[in-house]
């Protein structure tokens, strides 16, 4: 082999190496992403997203978040560079990151893009949802066993349901995700929760995973059980007809501080939390035979 030959070997092999370690994830808009290497530097602008990185083992690679993000404890420290739906771009450029997570919904996504960024855009609304995010953000992150999470997820919930009585089964829970009002369907993540939990949803999947609802509709659906955050209980007395649910006149509701809420609406890696909640809220709430 001349040397010549031996040069282009080399940088053939070099290349076809590097090309091997490059990550490839395709995100929920369908844009093939490619990195060179596991992210060092990432902003999240999702809170479920950034609990995720957290729990994979990556939060030192953390270098901003949005402003709703602060789970675990330590992600406080960190630049907020704005919401999921209004971030600072010159921030989040400014800080260099490798990659950007942030949810489908954001508008963002093509202005990041078109700055030179790397952007990963995931939603998860079900819990087949979190389990592919895991996955796609175990890719991202270069982490090989990102199922153990969701297989503790499961099993967590497994365990909320398997702690009540089949005697709930009949009950009909209402759940208020914010004032809108908006509530959580059959088809969200916290919709499918409530069925393993063994109760029946007012909201019928046909309304979507989180419809915005007449409050005249909940009244006409009488819940047996109401639960809601503590942002959205101010509002609930001035609610035409909701003095007279059953729920409401047999103190039946689960009020939820701001801190429970943000487990219970977050699609991500405390969602066995969510189950045990919600499990202690139905003990405790619903109609004994």
């Known amino acids: ?42 902003i999240s602008l999702l809170p479920s997203l950034t609990e995720t990185v957290c729990e994979l083992g990556q939060c030192a690679s953390l270098v901003g978040v949005d402003r709703y993000s602060d789970y ?40 990041l893009r078109s700055l030179g960024l790397k952007v990963v855009a995931l939603e998860p609304k079900t819990h087949a949802d979190v389990k ?6 175990g890719q991202v992150l270069g982490v090989s066993d990102a199922a153990r999470v969701w297989r503790v997820i499961d099993a967590g919930t497994a365990a909320a349901a398997q702690s009540l009585p089949k005697s709930i089964a009949n009950t009909r829970v209402y759940f208020e995700v914010n004032p809108g009002p908006f509530g959580a369907g059959e088809l ?65 509701l689960c009020v939820f501080s701001t801190a429970q809420s943000d487990v219970l609406v977050r699609p991500g890696p405390r969602m066995a939390e969510g189950a045990r909640l919600m499990a202690q809220c139905l003990a405790d709430k619903a109609v004994k035979p």
């Not at 809601?228 to 649910?245: C, E, K, L, T, Y």
């Open 1 to 42: 082999m001349t040397h010549r030959a031996l040069i282009l070997f080399w940088l053939l092999t070099l290349l076809s190496a590097q090309t091997a370690q490059a990550l490839q994830v395709t995100d929920d808009r369908g844009v093939v992403v490619t990195l060179a290497q596991p992210p060092q530097r990432i």
């Open 72 to 111: 675990p404890a330590s992600v406080k420290k960190l630049p907020q560079v704005g919401g999921g739906l209004d971030p600072n771009i010159e921030m989040i450029v400014a800080l260099k990151p490798d990659v950007v997570l942030m949810a489908t919904s954001s508008r963002a996504a093509d202005r």
């Open 132 to 137: 592919r995010v895991l996955e796609k953000i």
């Open 188 to 252: 969200s993540f916290i919709g499918e929760t409530l069925t393993r939990l063994g109760v029946k949803n007012i909201i019928p999947t046909k309304l979507g995973p989180f419809p915005k609802l007449n409050p005249e509709y909940i009244v006409r659906a009488n819940p047996d059980v109401i639960m809601i955050g503590q942002r959205s209980v101010d509002s609930m007395g001035q609610r035409p007809g909701w003095a007279s649910m059953r729920a409401m006149r047999e103190q039946r």
